[in-house]
């Protein structure tokens, strides 16, 4: 059965939450090139509110206020202000619910408050779930960075892939 979804803009209250969200995705491993967990105020600063952080937006299943998922739109680019990266994590177990979906609508709505022409994603090679998620959301590949090692020197391929905001 499928849940009513709610996306918004993420708060400062919902760090704990989605750090433990995404620290359980970390520690199950093979889906995402962060391998360090994050304490609620690492992740506040890195993906949620910080400095680099141009918008995020949080799934809430809305009868139950259960956190499923965030998506974030990131500063990383120096040289090339149009660019920005996106980064998204879902509840494990929540995929393919249409959580994806709905935060990147919410996504682009916010991109499209600034000048960015261009969102970059880079996922691991071995993470079939990311890519084919943002290959339906209309990313194309560009770019293949090889043999990035993991921590424990493992090589994984990332894969990167742009999707090109339309202005009006």
């Given at each position: 059965?499928?849940c009513?979804?709610e996306?918004r ?11 433990v ?7 199950r ?6 391998e ?6 690492a ?19 809305a009868p ?10 990131l500063?990383?680019?120096?040289g ?7 980064t ?9 619910k ?7 609508a ?24 990311g890519?084919a ?6 990313s194309v590949?560009?770019n ?7 921590k ?14 339309a202005?009006?």
């Amino acid at each position: 059965m499928a849940c009513e979804i709610e996306v918004r803009l993420v708060q400062n209250q919902d760090a704990p939450e989605l750090a433990v969200l995404l620290n359980e995705i970390i520690q199950r491993g093979g889906t995402t090139a962060w391998e360090d967990l994050f304490t609620a105020d690492a992740l506040a600063k890195a993906m949620l509110t910080g400095p680099d952080v141009i918008s995020c937006v949080v799934a809430v299943n809305a009868p139950t206020g259960k956190l499923l998922g965030f998506q974030s739109l990131l500063k990383i680019h120096d040289g090339l202000p149009e660019i920005c990266d996106i980064t998204t994590f879902i509840h494990v177990g929540q995929a393919k619910k249409g959580i994806g979906s709905n935060l990147f609508a919410a996504t682009i709505a916010e991109a499209g408050k600034n000048d960015f022409t261009t969102i970059n994603a880079t996922i691991r090679a071995d993470n079939s779930g990311g890519l084919a998620y943002y290959t339906r959301v209309g990313s194309v590949d560009y770019n293949v960075h090889f043999s990035v090692p993991l921590k424990d020197g493992t090589p994984i391929d990332r894969i990167s892939k742009r999707y090109t905001l339309a202005h009006e």
